[in-house]
């Protein structure tokens, strides 16, 4: 004889399907937002970290490599470029080379000095001698330029404008020997001069000689006399 199935029992099982059935949607549904909040907190976190390390390289003292400033090439000692601020980055092997490379070579007194908007400061010389060595201007930037005595030439310096610029500067009423560039510019410094190498240009007056204003490395002569410019 078959057994009659329990009533209860039955009952009982079929709640417990349907409870079951009911949870797991909801269970799966509580997962993926606890899934959710999860990825949205490793995200968060992620952003923070990277907020932190950008603000860490970015404040005093952090951990950023410093960034190298650019630096000015430095030239061929011997042969490299030069300009017309001055930038020793030639140094002069010989006289005849210093002489080449001028446009005019002269002596006298420095009678005047002024100050430009520019922050150059042009002296004003009075020529008592001109000379016109054989070289003279043939490898300079500009033309030699014919300077009688008796006349006046007006010399642009750069003097303390940057530390690039050997120190040396011309004193009025003291006698000099200059080496001179014509400066090129446009407007009234056209007809000025800049003193070729800076400091290699200039020589002062002592007694029946010329001496160095400066030893800045250049092979020149310590002492020059006008029959070594003829």
Known sequence: MTDQP???RTAALRTLLVETATRAPAQRRD???VGKRAALAVAALSVGAVVLVVAL???PGGTQDAVPTPTEPAGDSVTGPSTGMGSRVKLYTSLQELIA?????VSGVVTAEQMGEDGATVFTLDVERS????VLGSTSPEPAVPVAEGTVVHVRTFGGMTSSVPSA??????RYLLFLTPTGLNGAAADEFFITGMVAGIYFSADDHYARMVD???DLPA???DSDLE
């Open 6 to 8: 329990d009533p209860e």
């Open 31 to 33: 997962d993926s937002v």
């Open 57 to 59: 390289q970015s404040a």
């Open 101 to 105: 490379d001028s446009g005019a070579v």
């Open 131 to 134: 000379f016109t060595p054989e």
């Open 169 to 174: 500067t011309l004193q009025v009423g003291d």
């Open 216 to 218: 800045d490395g250049d």
């Open 223 to 225: 002492e020059l006399r």
